[in-house]
């Protein structure tokens, strides 16, 4: 196989070191490595620590044109197939957020014409301001795909939240599959549509009706399906999660902006609708902020039925998806509601699962479901969100293989 390239831009934090075992996997794996450093990062690791490993020269600074080893911001962002941006600082995700270009690092971003992957890295808080969020949403927007960051114990502070940069090892594999696309996934040449995370539905310009979704188990399922080789659309409404490494994700707000996302995604093998969308949103959302009138006087908020994406979608005349995945959140008989909304919605699938209080599956890591077939249920026993996902996407494989064989 052709030797792939990639530019690994590494920014300034405790994690850089992390770098270094990167680099020396993606060499074992035959990928050429070549590195930019930012000032800031050079204080965790030196050049020369990063050069040893990478069998190349180090490159900080945008100039030293006299040297005739230089390649330019331009050329060095264009020489390769894939460009990392490992740890990416607050500092670099603003950078790029806003185009700017005042030393290499920012210059080889802004220059490049190729596939980006940013795995962050930072404090807790600085990874959950506004400011950050906005310029990751820009980013992602733009095209640019995130891994992580993981939530954990910062070195630093000990303070604890999403902030942690991503293992090599969950890097590696981000990296390799934008570099070796599956041709032999089980998935393979299928397009995957999947919503996910909850909808806001403005009541005004600061109030929403939103829902407690987090999002985790429909941003599994994508990664899961890219996994196995699909080409997957993640629709997801408003979530602090990273888009999964080579999902084409597409941010929105509110119901009547995912189902127009859904119907712009259309053709698709198969469409799994994760997502809690809020079942209503307010008739006429005010241009200006409600303001209470000092008098004990309630505002009258007058709701109307958000359209619905998945029977919308499933009761398509033509170009409805071979295979439309429901899911139903009950809190209690989750089985007979969960079998009557497959049938009610047109779905040929419903994924049930519990979310009564004392569950915590709103918002945690684990889940326990029951898979509502035509032909019957099938309870699973309780796995991670990602477990979940991955054999639900082994099922679907398992289904398409079996109508491909039989066609
Ligand atoms: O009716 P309920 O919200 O429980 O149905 C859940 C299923 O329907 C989920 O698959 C959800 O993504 C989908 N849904 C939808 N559009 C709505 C409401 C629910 O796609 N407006």
């Known amino acids: 196989m052709e030797a792939k390239r990639i530019v690994l831009i590494m920014g300034g934090g405790i994690a850089a070191y992390k770098c270094l075992d990167l680099i020396r996997r993606l060499r074992e794996r035959g ?52 460009i990392v941006v490992a740890p990416a600082t607050a500092d670099l995700i603003a950078k790029a957020a806003n185009g700017h270009a005042d030393d290499l690092a920012s210059a080889v971003l802004l220059a490049s014409d190729k596939q980006i992957l940013m795995a962050p890295a930072m404090n807790p808080k600085m990874w959950l301001n506004p400011a950050t969020q906005r310029n990751v949403r820009q980013l992602e927007a733009d095209g640019i795909s ?12 000990g303070e604890a939240g999403p902030g942690r940069l991503v293992e090599p090892a969950e890097l590696l594999a981000a990296i390799e599959a934008r570099l070796h696309p599956s041709s032999s996934g089980s998935l393979a040449g299928r397009h995957v549509l999947i919503t996910s995370g909850p909808t806001h539905e403005p009541i005004d310009p600061v109030r929403y009706i939103a829902n407690r979704s987090s999002g985790k188990q429909g941003h599994a399922i994508a990664a899961a399906a890219i996994a196995a080789g699909a080409r997957v659309t993640l629709v997801s409404g408003p979530v602090t999660l990273g888009a999964p490494a080579g999902a084409t994700t ?68 033509t170009g409805r998806p071979n295979l439309i995945v429901g899911f139903a959140a009950e809190t209690e008989n989750v089985i007979a509601f969960a079998t009557r909304k497959r049938r009610n919605k047109g779905a040929d699938w419903t994924v049930a699962n519990d979310v009564s209080t004392h569950t915590g599956v709103m918002g945690g890591d684990r889940n326990r479901v029951h898979l509502i077939t035509e032909t019957g249920v099938d309870s699973w026993p309780e796995m991670s969100k990602r477990e979940v996902a991955e054999t639900l996407i082994a099922r679907i494989s398992a289904l398409l293989h079996d109508k491909a064989r039989r066609v």
């Not at 995130?146 to 502070?157: D, H, R, Y």
Request: charged share 25%; net charge negative.
């Open 31 to 82: 990928v050429d490595v070549r590195v930019v450093m930012t000032r800031a990062a050079q204080q965790f690791v030196t050049p020369l620590s990063v050069s040893a490993l990478s069998n190349d020269r180090v490159f900080t600074d945008l100039f030293d044109l006299d040297d005739e080893r230089e390649i330019g911001h331009i050329r060095l962002s264009r020489l390769c197939d894939l």
């Open 250 to 317: 597409v941010q929105v707000q509110t119901a009547e902006e995912m189902l127009n996302a859904v119907r712009a995604a259309l053709p698709a093998d198969v469409a799994i609708f994760c997502a809690a969308v809020a079942d209503w949103r307010a008739a006429s959302p005010a241009d200006e902020k409600i303001k209470k009138t000092g008098d004990g006087e309630k505002p009258q908020l007058e709701l109307v039925e958000n359209p619905d994406i998945l029977k919308t979608i499933a009761h398509m005349k």
């Open 146 to 157: 995130f891994i992580g960051p993981a939530v954990g114990e910062m070195a630093e502070s």
